[in-house]
């Protein structure tokens, strides 16, 4: 049974869903670094908030680990490239808290508006300070977003209902979606501008921090009002601090910041300055819908191999990772073998699926393919990392599909070009479920590939497959299977034959002393 660790404060119904779902979960949140690495060896799940830093260091730990869960969008605490490379699966969910936190970008922006926080403080310390708290409207204002994806175009429909003018600076925004939206679509320069509140809804990456720098809140409008409830780190802190000190921005609300936790900061204490502990994502419907989200997807992975919002796979849906399924034992056979019978430097991997395979989504095939061709170089490899080991060893990868039948219903075909040249093998499935070598560097023949194999290139001659029989049987090695194909009588011939144990170098070196052995090979699968 698959066992999920959840590492932060979530949601009871993430627990519950795990269990429903035959999945063992452990809640054990609040620990340290090295706490944390001393458990993870145990499992094969990570259900995290925002909390958990996912680390390089804490992967290497993690020797089990299959899928971190994000439940929230962020995924800024987990180390996507390490996780990559140790074949760990990074998931979020994207949907599930946007309203939640384009809610919190409008209290934020009345609260600005109408000095909410200072105006509380000030009555309940029995001032009545009725003429200090001078507030401006938001109808008719101009609302700049800086991003405007999924939590950005929500906070653009609220602010349409309160009769605001919304322009949106997204470098990634179609026409059309804006049209959509209801946004006028601008360049940053222009935003700065125009605004007179200005909300942030990107990630933090190299392009958007410090979007709103020194340089860049001094070309906004004076009295600008400013949201951050996406990433600390998009706005320059000490230069918002100098802004607000001015009176050139007017107020500012930050619900994320720098450094987080955030216990202290120049910003605060400073007037018109609002903050909030990255609350964004807190309702309790938020919570509900993340946890929900984050267990049935790490579930649907861990049970049956679907997967949904990953951010370093394709997605695979739980309906179709049945059916995929012994394409990919196909495909990682194909890969493992034409990997085992290679050598030298490979400059390009090329999977061809003909037929029922082509229908198929073929980023997974593709994968195992990579996965069991480089798994003979590295024992770490796995589906998820494949893709980014071939591309880090300079391998072009090729992916054609043909959906007319060949020969078979359903193929697969993996060939390997190194400066040798381009050799192929090919694979069906019986049944549709079992998978079988079909064609090998071009020479039919038809084997199971599985446990201790034996490869044999010999000259087509008759006697030989006594000979061989007789040589495994001196060693005391039983032959399970014995596969044979030739490219024409009295050619080339190729024998596959599946042995009961290990083949050892000593026997290897009997067969390929036998009279017309060209290449012998032991094989594993
Ligand atoms: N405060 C919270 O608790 C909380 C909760 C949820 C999400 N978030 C954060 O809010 C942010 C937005 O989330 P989302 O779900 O809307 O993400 P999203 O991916 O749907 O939208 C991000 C938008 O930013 C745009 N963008 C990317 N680079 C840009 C650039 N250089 N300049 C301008 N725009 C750029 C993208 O095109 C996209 O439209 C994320 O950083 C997320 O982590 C915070
Ligand atoms: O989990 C949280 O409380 C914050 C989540 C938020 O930052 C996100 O990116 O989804």
């Known amino acids: 049974m698959p066992k999920v660790l959840i590492s932060d404060k979530m949601d009871p119904k993430a627990a519950q869903i795990f269990r429903e779902r035959g999945v063992e979960v452990d809640e054990i949140t609040g620990k340290t670094p090295e706490e944390l690495m001393a458990i993870i060896g145990d499992y094969d799940g990570l259900a995290i908030r925002s909390s958990t830093k996912v680390t390089k260091a804490i992967l290497d730990a993690a020797k089990n680990l299959k899928v971190v869960g994000r439940a929230g969008i962020g995924v800024d605490n987990v180390d996507i490239p390490a996780a990559s490379a140790a074949g760990v699966v990074v998931m979020n969910t994207p949907f599930g808290n946007s309203i ?81 939206i209801g946004v006028e679509k601008v360049e940053l320069d222009q935003l700065l501008a125009r605004a007179d509140f200005i909300t942030l809804h990107t990630p933090l990456t190299d392009q958007t921090r410090n979007i709103l720098s020194a340089e860049n809140l001094a070309k906004t409008k004076k009295g600008v009002r400013i949201i951050n409830c996406a990433r600390g780190g998009l706005i320059d802190e000490a230069a918002l601090k100098a802004a607000l000190d001015s009176g050139h921005v007017a107020g500012a609300a930050l619900d994320v910041f720098v450094q987080e936790p955030a216990k202290e900061s120049p910003l605060f204490g400073t007037p018109n300055f609002i903050s909030t502990p990255h609350l964004g994502a807190s309702t309790s419907e938020a919570q509900v819908n993340v946890a929900i989200q984050v267990a049935e997807q790490m579930a649907d992975f861990l049970v049956s191999g679907g997967v949904t919002n990953a951010l370093n796979m394709p997605s695979l849906s739980a309906e179709e990772a049945p059916r995929l399924k012994p394409y990919m034992a196909l495909a990682e056979k194909l890969g493992s073998l034409v990997g085992q019978l290679t050598t030298g430097a490979i400059a390009r991997v090329s999977v061809h699926s003909e037929g029922a395979a082509a229908e198929l989504n073929q980023k997974p095939i593709v994968g195992a393919v990579l996965a069991g061709f480089l798994r003979v170089q590295s ?9 980014f080991l071939a591309k880090e060893r300079g391998i072009e990868v090729r992916e054609v599909r043909n959906d007319r039948e060949g020969d078979y219903q359903t193929l697969i075909r993996v060939s390997l070009k190194t400066e040798a040249g381009e050799r192929s093998v090919a694979g069906t499935l019986f049944g549709n479920a079992q998978p079988r070598l079909v064609e090998l560097f071009g020479i039919k023949v038809e084997a199971d590939l599985a446990g201790h194999m034996l490869y044999v290139v010999n000259e087509d001659a008759p006697g030989f497959i006594g000979r061989i029989g007789t040589t495994l049987g001196e060693a005391g090695v039983n032959i399970g299977t014995f596969h044979l194909g030739r490219r024409d009588a009295g050619g080339e011939a190729v024998v596959l034959l599946s042995v009961d144990e290990a083949v050892t170098p000593e026997l290897v070196a009997k067969v390929r002393a036998l009279p017309g052995v060209k290449t012998v090979m032991p094989l594993k699968f």
């Open 100 to 180: 939640t936190t384009a809610e919190h970008a409008i209290a934020l922006m009345f609260a600005l508006a109408r000095q909410l926080p200072e105006a509380d403080a000030s009555t309940q310390a029995g001032k009545w300070e009725k003429n200090r708290f001078m507030g401006v409207e938001l109808t008719a204002k101009t609302l700049g977003l800086i991003g405007a994806g999924n939590i950005g175009s929500i906070v653009a429909d609220r602010a349409q209902g309160l009769k605001m003018k919304v322009i949106a600076f997204d470098p990634f925004l179609s026409p059309e979606r804006a049209i959509e």
């Open 379 to 387: 024992d770490t490899v796995n589906m998820v990392n494949a893709p």
